[in-house]
């Protein structure tokens, strides 16, 4: 994969519709050029076990948004990425009641799509973006993939053991699974051995089970993956597009003022 190198006014061009977009992720498209996301996974790339070489390899990003993930995959020499994410926000886990998206809260969630599309051609990337649930992979036709990531998404999902039993349903033999998600700091650091899971109580959000980092892992021997490595809690730090409410207790907001825990493990089919 290859940055577009734009004449100074296609770089302008780039730079204002940047300007224009609500990102996720931060990714820098060419030099100069940064998407201002709400978070910066940079670093976390560095720090977990995504291999260095994934030369001839499929891979699949399960959870894309802006696509950091999917093209960071590519940067490593994948042959084929397929990235998935929900283009309508009406299929996402909300926890019940389920709450009404207005009108202005559709068309943004909607529009997402828009920075992918906008990473996706400053990269020159042949990234492939399907608007696919997690839980519909094992009848997507997509198999036999040998490398898989899911970055956050765990948290938002009512039943993430059938979400990485469905990754696992389309890995070739000897495939290999790598989850990077939110995990509770304090249960991580007070349990470090004993696998902890807590179930949110926040309704009408979409927001379900936030484990320690043993959990984590665990939660990839369950559904009959060998954890290789693991690694964290780690903090994915805050990027400059960050505009969520803040926390409503002092405590909450010490906790994430540096950024969202996190913790990883990777799993191979053995």
């Not at 309508?88 to 909607?110: C, K, N």
């Not at 994430?256 to 191979?268: C, D, F, I, Y």
């Amino acid at each position: 994969m290859r940055a577009v190198l734009a004449s100074d006014s296609g770089r302008g061009e780039l730079a204002a519709e940047v300007a224009e977009i609500t990102w996720y992720h931060t990714i820098e498209l060419t030099p100069g050029i940064v998407t201002p996301g709400e978070y910066d996974t940079r670093p976390a790339a560095r720090r977990i076990a995504l291999p260095k070489d994934l030369s001839g390899l499929r891979c699949l990003d399960v959870g894309t948004h802006d696509g950091f993930w999917a093209f960071e995959l590519e940067r490593r020499g994948a042959v084929e990425i397929t990235a998935i994410d929900l283009d309508d926000p009406r299929r996402v886990d909300f926890s019940e009641p389920v709450p009404e998206l207005s009108a202005p809260v559709l068309a943004e969630r909607q529009a997402r799509a828009r920075a992918f599309a906008c990473a996706h051609d400053a990269l020159d990337s042949k990234v492939i973006r399907r608007d696919l649930s997690v839980y519909d992979l094992p009848d997507a036709g997509l198999g036999p993939i040998d490398f898989a990531f899911i970055g956050t998404l765990l948290l938002h999902l009512r039943d993430p053991l059938r979400a990485l039993a469905a990754i696992r349903s389309v890995l070739s033999p000897g495939g290999r699974l790598l989850v990077n998600d939110a995990v509770s700091l304090g249960s991580s650091l007070l349990h470090p051995r004993r696998p902890v899971h807590t179930l949110t109580l926040l309704p009408g959000k979409p927001f379900w089970w936030l484990p320690n980092a043993r959990g984590l892992a665990r939660y990839l021997e369950k559904v009959g993956f060998t954890v290789t490595a693991s690694g964290g809690p780690y903090l994915v730090p805050r990027g400059p597009g960050y505009r969520r409410p803040r926390p409503p207790s002092l405590a909450a907001r010490v906790a994430l003022s540096r950024g969202m825990p996190h913790a990883w493990a990777l799993g191979q089919l053995i």
